[in-house]
């Protein structure tokens, strides 16, 4: 079955350059999700988008921003980069079925992002 | 406070042997739901089973049960029959079944290796 996909896997940046991570959704899933997960850590929620409107924002920078397309990929952009934004980047994606639904987020397999 | 808690950061058990994997969670939500996650040392998060708040009976995904007590508010993995392939970090995870709420709130996990 397809899963969903992020691109590219690997990056390495300089201080201070920008990224742009791209993350293609299970097909006919509607809403897409980044998270961050930094060494050692828990994956932290940044922010999500429902029919390419945010629905819901975490603890995003606001260095960073994202957005949902039509054909529903969304790509997160990440400007004046840090040290401390090495971490792996999580997209999911998830077909909402009504309120209160159980909306299971199926991850993609992350990008790594190292900031030198 | 912490709405996840994982008390276990490792556990070693062997092959075989049946592991129960602790998660407790906070919420005054009536409506959630919880979901544990696997994260081998390849990065990758995976979905393994999940419980809503008004399930009546316990989640079972093949080898994967969830030992769901609502009034002590916990969440515990059950896997039977460990494999050398269940090596890997594990994540406890909440979401507020309320609008607007979108984001995944994870535990700091437990790192499982199975020894042979």
């Not at chain 1, 899933?29 to 930094?38: F, I, S």
């Not at chain 1, 050692?40 to 940044?46: E, K, T, Y």
């Not at chain 2, 602790?22 to 005054?28: I, V």
């Amino acid at each position: 079955a397809a899963g969903v996909i992020q691109s590219p896997r690997h990056l390495i940046k300089e201080k201070r350059e920008t990224a742009t991570l791209k993350c293609y959704p299970i097909p006919r899933h509607d809403t897409v999700y980044w998270y961050q997960q930094g060494p050692g850590q828990d994956p932290q929620f940044l922010i999500s988008f429902y029919e390419k409107m945010q629905s819901d924002k975490g603890s995003i920078p606001d260095r960073f921003s994202a957005q949902q397309f039509s054909d529903y990929h969304s790509e997160l952009n990440m400007s004046s980069l840090e040290l401390g934004d090495s971490a792996l980047y999580f997209c999911a994606s998830s077909s909402p079925q009504g309120a209160g639904a159980k909306n299971i987020q199926y991850f993609g397999a992350g990008t790594r992002l190292s900031v030198l | 406070a912490q709405k996840i808690t994982q008390t276990q950061p490792g556990m070693f058990v062997q092959e075989k042997e049946a592991v129960t994997l602790d998660c407790t969670y906070d919420t005054s939500d009536p409506s959630y739901g919880l979901f544990w996650y696997k994260q081998p040392s390849s990065g990758e998060m995976i979905f393994l089973i999940y419980q809503g708040s008004y399930d009546q009976q316990n989640a079972t995904e093949g080898r994967y049960s969830l030992n769901f007590q609502k009034a002590r508010k916990s969440a515990n993995l059950v896997i039977s029959a460990s494999q050398l392939g269940d090596s890997a970090m594990y994540f406890c995870a909440m979401r507020e079944l309320n609008f607007g709420n979108e984001k995944l709130t994870f535990g700091t996990g437990t790192r499982l290796t199975i020894i042979p």
